[in-house]
């Protein structure tokens, strides 16, 4: 039974559809932020810790900035940041709520910035500050005022301070004190700044300097998102950057959500924890930055996946923590969970095998090689990752989506492409030959037992089937965009598994595509790379646009869209989503070069 009053939240702030979210993340953590200025998710002090501010899945806790009067929401972001502005027209004028988690941020303490502006005309706005850590289980104790009139409190494990809000009423039920109201009446041109620090340390600073703090806020951003104006889309493409180095951590991991639970398809169970670093995820977003503006970012990714081949070589585990630990095992919270969702916490990919992991790592380390930002390091992993494959390439993994162990062909295929990437960005040797070979041997195998009479790649040697992921290895320099099994497969894909322009991943049972499950924009974006690959240009640019638009209000994209109803379905912001559209935003605004040698392929 939670302690955090969830009801209280559930009947002023109820869940709201998950296109009118915007997401606030410094590197560690990450909120999201709904249209009523209402921060209904929050862990602490890192991604995958409890959350202090749980009501987007029905616990205790969320933090609201909200106007007064009858309003209508709106909001963007400031261009190449994740810094949220909302916006509300109210029947005085117009009231805006600057907001930012301060970046880039520490790793045991956060600090939340959100600056209340009367734009136009006089505001009155309600304020709510109500943590409840755990999930919902441990209220704020110990509340206090300190030296300089800010707020101090105890909040589970963490230490809590929030200042600018010295007018702060606390309030609870039954005598307690586990929450502030404050009501401000601002005239017009006034601003309050509040500032909620959380850590795992005692704060024993001087309380943040909310001018200061912005500035430098600011500061970071435009240091950190590149101009991209060589891209098709320029504003959007920036945006899915900034999300993306939103969500990766000092250590270098991005993880691939913000949240959890969130339900891909009402009451059917498929909801999972997100809030981990998945080594094909963070390998997407690296391939992507190195096609788009190679630099921090996607030596983050090289570093991070590094360490973890040198750490756990052939043993390499699909997920991680961003501090590089297991992830803990899947299990369900006593929360009502999102409407259609369950609350559920941990993965259970911790307990999978999946063997393109290693390609993934390959095709990473060999895109940062091929821009001179490989180390020796780098170059030891990929040995690790190339002698991976070689012992444990014949072994049935859970493949790309995670499903029971098969010899899934897209696996193997891209092993391959990993093998011969990295072979070519390799100084001549040993090492590269070898490579080669194995990349020739694992192709004319998976040739003879997963090739459909028809020409097409099929999902495993057992299954005739098509599937979206056997797009990848072409585009990944597998083989040549003429090969006819490169063609045939497109064609067979976009004439099975595509709607309209949307694209879903496999056929699920003898259901319309979109009964299934929502159209997959990982697999939208990554057919209109393999259309530009074939100089199809007008169908590349459908693709894109098409996957580009199916976003909420804010620009996140989730890693499904329900056609029919316009919504977003699972968790947000999916990275691997920004990921693609980046690397297709800045790959379409080049010609491709078609002109790739045809390899050789020899018996193993």
């Known amino acids: 039974m939670t302690t955090g009053h969830p009801l209280d939240e559930d009947r002023h702030y109820p869940p709201q559809d998950l296109g009118s979210y915007a997401l606030l993340a410094d590197g560690e953590r990450g909120a999201l932020v709904g249209p009523r200025g209402e921060i209904c ?95 919902g289980q441990e ?16 909040l589970g494990g963490l230490a809590l301070r929030w200042s600018g809000a010295e007018d702060a009423r606390p309030d609870g039920d039954g005598g307690t004190q586990d929450r502030f109201t404050l ?124 360490a973890r081949l040198h750490a756990d070589g052939p043993g390499l585990s699909p997920a991680y923590t961003v501090d590089g630990r297991p992830v803990p095992d899947q299990h369900p919270l006593d929360l009502p969970g999102y409407p259609g969702g369950y609350d559920r916490i941990g993965n259970h990919v911790n307990r999978q095998f999946q063997l393109d992991c290693f390609g993934e790592a390959l095709l990473l380390l060999a895109a940062a090689a091929e821009h001179g930002r490989l180390d020796d390091d780098g170059w030891a992993a990929a040995r690790i990752a190339a002698d991976a494959v070689r012992r444990r390439w014949r072994e049935a993994d859970a493949g790309i989506w995670e499903l029971g162990n098969r010899d899934w062909t897209h696996s193997r295929l891209i092993c391959a492409a990993g093998l011969r990437r990295i072979a070519g960005a390799a100084p001549r040797g040993p090492s590269a030959g070898e490579w080669s070979a194995l ?68 056929r699920h049972d003898d259901r319309p595509l979109s009964k299934a499950e929502g159209a997959f924009l990982l697999c939208g974006f990554v057919t209109a790379l393999a259309e530009h690959q074939q100089g199809n240009e007008i169908d590349a640019y459908r693709w894109f646009e098409r996957n580009r638009a199916a976003c909420g209000a804010p620009g996140l994209y989730a890693e499904e869209y329900d056609v029919a109803q316009r919504r977003l379905l699972g968790n947000l912001p999916q990275a691997f ?28």
């Open 41 to 135: 998710w929050l862990c602490a002090p890192r991604w995958h810790d409890d959350a202090v501010f749980a009501a987007l899945i029905g616990g205790g806790g969320l933090y609201a900035v909200t106007p007064a009067e009858r309003f209508v929401p709106g909001g963007s972001y400031e261009d190449g940041s994740l810094i949220w502005r909302s916006r509300w027209v109210t029947r005085s004028g117009i009231v805006e709520c600057r907001d930012a988690l301060a970046f880039p941020g520490e790793t045991g303490r956060l600090v939340l910035l959100r600056r209340i502006i009367a734009r136009e005309g006089p505001a009155r706005v309600r304020v709510v500050l109500h943590p409840v850590a755990g999930y």
């Open 439 to 506: 990349a020739d041997a694992i192709l004319a195998v998976t040739g003879k037992r997963a090739l459909h009479p028809d020409g097409h790649w099929q999902r495993s040697p057992d299954d005739p089937s098509l599937d979206a992921a056997l797009l990848l290895p072409p585009l990944r320099g597998l083989l040549p965009p003429d090969d006819p099994r490169t063609r045939a497969t497109l064609r067979a894909y976009t004439a099975h598994l595509t709607d309209g322009y949307y694209a879903y991943r496999f």
């Open 577 to 604: 989503v920004h990921a693609l559209m980046l690397e297709a935003s800045a790959r379409l605004a080049r010609p491709e070069a078609r002109t790739q040698p045809r390899p050789t392929e020899t018996a193993p």
């Open 183 to 306: 009501d401000l009446d601002l005239a017009e041109g006034q601003q309050r700044d509040l500032v909620l620090e959380l850590g795992a340390d005692p704060l024993r600073t001087p309380s943040i300097h909310p001018g200061r703090a912005w500035a430098a806020t600011e500061q970071a951003w435009a240091s950190a998102v590149p101009g991209l104006a060589d891209t098709v889309a320029v504003r959007d493409t920036r945006q899915a950057y900034a999300v993306l180095r939103g969500l990766t951590s000092a250590d270098g991991g991005m993880v691939a959500a913000a949240t959890t639970s969130l339900p891909e398809r009402a009451e059917e169970g498929r909801n999972y924890d997100y809030r981990y670093v998945w080594i094909r995820d963070q390998a997407y977003a690296g391939q992507a930055v190195a096609a788009a503006a190679p630099g921090p970012l996607l030596d983050a990714a090289v570093r991070f996946t590094t």
């Open 139 to 154: 209220p704020m104790r110990e509340v206090r005022r300190g030296a300089a009139g800010e707020w101090q409190a105890r």
